[in-house]
């Protein structure tokens, strides 16, 4: 295997002028020093010629700095090799949502432009029965899980159906934040503003909590 260089030609030529090496050498010597490094000299073969061909200069202290500069040059030329790499990194967060977010997150979901394309509340149970006559089926829906009840919903497209729960949500709110849907900035920093959460928002949210990925894109 061939030996590699102990320095580029750049770095070696470069180290020369700055240290004030081969000043008593000839240009024939000089391209030689060169035609060492490119088989693959060693430091110490280096250092004697740069020290024959250099005036109140000291072998041991060359071949220090060849070492050295050799060293401080594999290390960039590694670095750079491995900045061709990437690396996807899953930052995660504490993220506090009250239940005032939660009570709008679900009004959001069961809007027209929400989750009624691909789904259908329930509201057969007590709770929707017994409900005061001036709120709507979503608030009574929000009120449910927020008191930590469940909600069942029926596919539009089959005979399925699926239980979503406050726990559900705050899955679907982490996987929201973390694989890059918030697209509307709901959640910044450690807090929710649920004012930006249209219904299109809140559809993801309910879909990742139901499932952990959009099974229905609109």
């Keep these: 295997m061939a030996r590699r ?6 770095r ?20 030689k020093l060169f035609a060492l490094n490119r088989k693959g000299a060693s430091a110490e073969e280096l250092a004697l010629v740069i020290w024959v061909c250099s005036e109140n200069a000291d072998r041991d202290a060359i071949k220090a700095e060849l070492t050295s500069e050799s ?7 590694e670095k750079a090799k491995a900045d061709d790499r990437k690396f996807d990194i899953a ?18 979901a069961l809007d027209d432009d929400g989750i009624r394309y691909w789904a259908k509340l329930d509201d057969n149970g007590p709770e929707f029965k017994n409900a005061p006559e001036y709120e709507t089926v979503a608030e009574t829906a929000a009120k449910v899980i927020c008191n930590g009840g469940n909600l069942i919903f029926k596919s539009v497209f089959e005979d399925e159906k699926w239980e979503l729960t406050a726990d559900k949500l705050v899955k679907g709110i982490r996987c929201y934040i973390e694989n890059g849907y918030d697209r509307c900035g709901i959640f910044k920093d450690d807090t929710a503003d ?25």
């Design 194 to 218: 649920m004012s930006l959460c249209n219904p299109d928002c809140a559809d993801t949210i309910v879909q990742l909590a139901l499932f952990g990925k959009i099974s229905f894109p609109f």
């Design 71 to 77: 060293l401080v040059e594999h290390f960039a030329n």
């Design 5 to 10: 260089s102990l320095l580029s030609a750049e």
């Design 91 to 108: 930052v995660r967060r504490t993220c506090s949502v009250t239940g005032g977010d939660m009570f709008d997150l679900v009004v959001a």
């Design 12 to 31: 070696l030529r470069a180290l020369c002028i700055r240290k004030n090496w081969f000043t008593a050498g000839t240009n024939s010597q000089y391209n």
